[in-house]
């Protein structure tokens, strides 16, 4: 499994590599989604890492949407690894301290030890946002999000997205075979898991990049996983999924 887990890790990275100017170039906005996710983030100045921040759009939205509100963001932490997008979110002027680091989230989605990271308990809103159907294995994805609950602080709240593509025939089109890729890459195609897409970007195939659709049953495990926590508050699903991403919040005890 790890092995494959690392095999499309690359195929993703290369997708990025070559697309981050066009990605960067129409992502520019907040997330409608995002705007339901501020009613129920704590009071204070907030704590927050981005996890997968891309060229750092969420900070722009919360330098516009919180802190025009009259409220502070203590400092911002976007973690993402694909250099070129994380160059383009350094280069935002916020009026916050904001912090960007290159960072491969395979140790967190391995279940290993992660060093030189975020501490536990020291976040007031920690966001996986696009991020969770690049995770190979249901296990991975859990192990991650498991993760990302430990850095709350009491109080702080973990939100995600899932990318709801699989319900939306809009992204029939896009999906490739994935036996000829699976061959040139090395490894057998039963050993992925239902929902395991390869998808083409605009018109081009032949750099694909690796998507996971979590289906309505694997949510309702995913979300019993996260509940089963002790340090955190049942999950509550936020926001009508108009923008194509389904979002979750779970606050810290």
């Given amino acids: 499994m790890e092995d494959i887990a690392q095999k499309l890790d690359e195929v993703n990275r290369s997708f990025y590599a070559q697309y981050a100017d066009a990605f960067s170039g129409t992502r520019q906005h907040g997330w409608p989604g995002w705007t339901p996710l501020l009613v129920g983030l704590p009071d204070r100045p907030l704590r927050v890492l981005d996890v997968g921040c891309g060229n750092g759009r969420l900070a722009g939205f919360l330098a516009r949407r919180w ?5 502070d963001v203590a400092v911002f932490t976007g973690l993402e690894r694909c250099r070129p997008l994380l160059d383009a979110a350094a280069g935002q002027t916020l009026p916050f301290r ?7 989230w395979s140790e967190a989605a391995n279940g290993e030890a992660v060093s030189g990271r975020s501490v536990e308990g020291e976040r007031d809103w920690v966001t996986l946002f696009g991020v969770l159907h690049h995770v190979f294995s249901y296990a991975r994805r859990v192990h991650l999000l498991k993760w990302a609950a430990r850095t709350l602080r009491p109080g702080g709240v973990l939100s995600i ?3 709801d593509f699989g319900a939306h025939p809009r992204w029939d089109a896009k999906r490739l075979e994935w036996a000829p890729h699976a061959e ?11 929902n395991d897409v390869l998808l083409g970007w ?3 195939q032949r750099t694909p990049r690796y998507c996971h659709w979590v289906s309505r049953d694997e949510e309702a495990r995913l979300v019993a996983e996260l509940d089963s926590e002790s340090m955190l508050e049942p999950g509550t699903l936020v926001g009508d999924g ?3 991403n389904r979002y979750w919040c779970w606050r810290r005890r």
Avoid at 67 to 71: I, K, L, N
Avoid at 98 to 104: G, K, M, V
Avoid at 184 to 194: C, H, M, S
């Fill in 67 to 71: 802190c025009q509100a009259g409220r």
């Fill in 98 to 104: 904001a912090e960007w680091s290159h960072w491969d």
């Fill in 161 to 163: 997205s899932l990318w």
């Fill in 184 to 194: 040139k890459w090395g490894f057998d195609v039963a050993a992925l898991e239902p």
């Fill in 202 to 204: 605009g018109g081009e």
């Fill in 242 to 244: 108009g923008d194509f």
